[in-house]
């Protein structure tokens, strides 16, 4: 659970300009810690996804293997983020990172998903609606990474500059 706190709290510090400009060797050394933290939060969700017995109104088959996929495309997206900053290619660190902080923010957005479920419908959803409204808290915060990446992130397009 540390991992996790870590990641998602010192992770968001992280994409703040004002420090990564003003303060490097600071978004250098959090950025190690955050990196590990993000890896180690991955690896115990799939531990998790793999050997605890969840009944199927809590985790049915498609939940299960995007849980799966997610974590390893979490990790995958770590690592890639860190040999791109040491390819001196900040683009794809920072959007690798941001795709990793998604996946390791869903369960923020699950939460804010599942109470607007239970406020509108008047109960907790449970099976393939408890599978649905968890992916669909990934693709939310996934499609959201991808418009910040191709929006703010992207780098200026030189051609059309004249």
Not at 19 to 24: D, L, M, Q, T, V
Not at 46 to 69: C, E, K, N, S, Y
Not at 100 to 119: D, E, K, L, R
Not at 128 to 135: F, N, V
């Amino acid at each position: 659970m540390f991992s996790s706190v870590l990641f998602c709290i010192a992770g968001a510090f992280q994409f703040f300009p004002s420090i990564r400009r003003h303060h490097p060797t600071a978004h250098r050394l959090i950025g190690r810690a955050v990196a590990i933290a993000g890896c180690v939060a991955a690896i115990s969700g799939l531990w998790m996804t793999l050997f605890f017995a969840f009944p199927d109104t809590l985790q049915g088959r498609p939940l299960f293997w995007v849980r799966i996929v997610l974590g390893v495309l979490m990790i995958g997206f770590i690592i890639g983020a860190v040999i791109a900053i040491r390819s001196r290619n900040v683009f794809q660190h920072s959007a690798a990172m941001l795709r990793a902080y998604a996946i390791g923010q869903g369960a923020s957005t699950q939460t804010f998903v599942g109470i607007s479920w239970i406020i509108f419908v008047g109960y907790e959803a449970t099976g393939p609606a408890r599978d649905g409204l968890m992916i669909g808290s990934w693709v939310i915060n996934l499609l959201a990474a991808e418009i910040v990446i191709w929006t703010a992130l992207r780098p200026a397009n030189r051609s059309s500059k004249t």
